[in-house]
T-cell receptor, first 115, second 111 residues
Framework: GAVVSQHPSWVICKSGTSVKIECRSL??????MFWYRQFPKQSLMLMAT?????????EQGVEKDKFLINHASLTLSTLTVTSAHPEDSSFYIC???????????FGQGTRLTVV | AQSVTQLGSHVSVSEGALVLLRCNYS??????LFWYVQYPNQGLQLLLK??????LVKGINGFEAEFKKSETSFHLTKPSAHMSDAAEYFC?????????FGTGTSLTVIP
């Protein structure tokens, strides 16, 4: 099956710094990539949808200036949490679609802890 | 508009007992439906998917789900629960390039 690699799997950073999370589709070109945030014992909350070469579409309530998404190629999307604060600590997951109306392939997630 | 409802945020079963996790969807067009499993601190793994072929779909780890259009349901079942099945399960529906997830069901397996 298709593989999506997310890096890093966990990161600890100081409050006020920025953190970049990478999401790569290893063996296919992703038409669309998604970024989710997941709080403990809760479902995935869609943050934004990104298509290669265009601006990401953010869900309501998600600060686009704080969560910067870059989708520079068909195999790579990055999420940068800028000026991170403890309340940004969460589990972030990316997923990629190979084609429309097909399954999404998920990265293994990134546990972000801001101290 | 698409949406997915998972009834029961927590389900507990005894080891060896039947597992039934419920999922209902609303869709204005024929849906593609999925079940994913998530183990702690990991991403989501596809269990099975329905893509308008056979209504009874068999997935990995002995799970299966049946698409019932009349009930707008896609419940996940497994005849005999194993301890390793303890995890979070998510039902999802897709239309075009959008994915909609249910709120998840946490499955506990009691030895």
């Amino acid at each position: 099956g298709a593989v999506v690699s997310q890096h890093p799997s966990w990161v600890i950073c100081k409050s006020g710094t920025s953190v970049k999370i990478e999401c790569r589709s290893l063996d296919f070109q992703a038409t669309t990539m998604f970024w989710y945030r997941q709080f403990p014992k809760q479902s995935l909350m869609l943050m934004a949808t990104s298509n290669e070469g265009s601006k990401a579409t953010y869900e309501q309530g998600v600060e686009k200036d704080k969560f910067l998404i870059n989708h520079a190629s068909l195999t790579l999307s990055t999420l940068t949490v800028t000026s991170a604060h403890p309340e940004d600590s969460s589990f972030y997951i990316c997923s990629a679609l190979r084609d429309t109306n097909t399954e999404a392939f998920f990265g293994q997630g990134t546990r972000l802890t801001v101290v | 508009a698409q949406s997915v409802t998972q009834l029961g945020s927590h389900v507990s079963v005894s080891e060896g007992a039947l597992v039934l996790l419920r999922c209902n969807y609303s869709s204005s067009v024929p849906p593609y439906l999925f079940w994913y499993v998530q183990y702690p601190n990991q991403g989501l793994q596809l269990l099975l998917k329905y893509t308008s072929a056979a209504t009874l779909v068999k997935g990995i780890n002995g799970f299966e789900a049946e698409f019932k259009k009349s009930e707008t349901s896609f419940h996940l079942t497994k005849p005999s629960a194993h301890m390793s099945d303890a995890a979070e399960y998510f039902c999802a529906v897709t239309s075009g390039n959008q994915f909609y997830f249910g709120t998840g069901t946490s499955l506990t397996v009691i030895p």
